[in-house]
């Protein structure tokens, strides 16, 4: 397999330069809302942290399957009620840092053992309107698939997501939705019968344009 090399290639892309706002912005819907410009974020906005982490899923027929969890959302209270995400939340008192929220929510969601990952770097931040969030997207990586104990009060559904459907164009769609107030031309990625938009799918863009990623997607156009 060449998910060592893979990885390796990954690290050094988080270290080197961002794609930033440009590829996040590719899936957001548009027109944008809100009053404030979404390159920065108040000094209100409650900081968050997410992770973004991928597994080798033996179980899979594909060579070299390389995997990623997101969260169904249950049903509730909230801008973010029935949404698919990446497990994560707010900052408390006690993380170290924003790495250390992402991975203490993805133990308490989903069952992750911090202790079993390796961090490998952070995409850029996104601030969230809708929620007044600030984001920082961790991305990690453990040698096996994690025993997942997803928690039924904060997931209603686990997804394994290949890593090659988030890179199938035909898995990517356009829409045009009704959004609060606007009528909203809202693209997204179509996985398992769910529709992952929103922040969520901006944080996957940047991921996605990374080059690292983006040879994976050619190699598969190659191998077809």
Known sequence: MFTPQFIESLQQNLRATLPGQEAQYRMAPRPRAGRLPYDHSPETARRSGVLILFYPNASSSLEDAIYLPLILRPTYEGVHSGQVGFPGGGWEEGDADLVATALREAQEEIGVVPEDVRVIGQLSPLY?????????????????????????????????????????????????????????????????????????????????????????????????
Do not use: C
């Open 128 to 224: 969230v309107f809708a929620s007044n969030h600030l984001v920082h997207p961790t991305v990690a990586w453990i040698n096996h698939r994690p025993h997942f104990q997803p928690d039924p009060r904060e997931v209603a559904q686990l997804l394994e997501v290949p890593l090659h459907a988030l890179l199938d164009p035909t898995n990517q769609r356009v829409e045009q939705w009704q959004l609060r107030d606007r009528n909203a031309e809202v693209p997204f990625y179509y996985i398992q019968k769910q529709t992952i938009w929103g922040a969520t799918a901006m944080m996957l863009s940047e991921l996605l344009t990374l080059p690292a990623v983006a040879e994976l997607a050619q190699s598969a156009v190659i191998r077809k």
